[in-house]
């Protein structure tokens, strides 16, 4: 068994970031549709900003189900530039509500 071959396939080929503020009607949504995608290797950083509604909720049911979601909920607005340092992908998506329309 290669080890090194094995740590290979487990490294996303894109993270995808995505801020989010009281999404709970979309997230859902968004989420299904990224995790249908017929490309597998990615990982999704959701970064919450402080939401009030169910979106913690929703975010965390899907980090449960699928190893491919980090959900990180700041305890206030925050701004995603911090990204890079969460990400292991070799390229960098930012998903915006523009995307999510």
Same mark, same amino acid.
């Given at each position: 068994?290669?080890?090194?071959?094995?740590?290979?396939?487990?490294?996303?080929?894109?993270?995808?970031?995505?801020?989010?503020?009281?999404?709970?009607?979309? @997230? *859902?949504?968004?989420?299904?549709? #990224?995790?249908? +995608?017929?490309?597998?290797?990615?990982?999704?950083?959701?970064?919450?900003?402080?939401?009030?509604?169910?979106?913690?909720?929703?975010?965390?049911?899907?980090?449960?189900?699928?190893?491919?979601?980090?959900? @990180? *909920?700041?305890?206030?607005?925050? #701004?995603?530039? +911090?990204?890079?340092?969460?990400?292991?992908?070799?390229?960098?998506?930012?998903?915006?509500?523009?995307?999510?329309?």
């Amino acid at each position: 068994m290669n080890t090194t071959t094995n740590a290979k396939e487990h490294i996303p080929k894109v993270s995808i970031g995505m801020p989010i503020y009281n999404g709970e009607k979309l @997230i *859902r949504d968004v989420l299904d549709s #990224l995790l249908g +995608q017929t490309f597998a290797y990615f990982e999704l950083i959701i970064s919450d900003n402080a939401s009030t509604d169910s979106t913690s909720e929703i975010c965390n049911e899907y980090a449960k189900k699928d190893k491919r979601i980090r959900y @990180i *909920r700041q305890p206030s607005y925050w #701004l995603f530039s +911090q990204r890079k340092y969460w990400s292991c992908g070799h390229a960098i998506l930012m998903l915006s509500r523009i995307h999510l329309c």
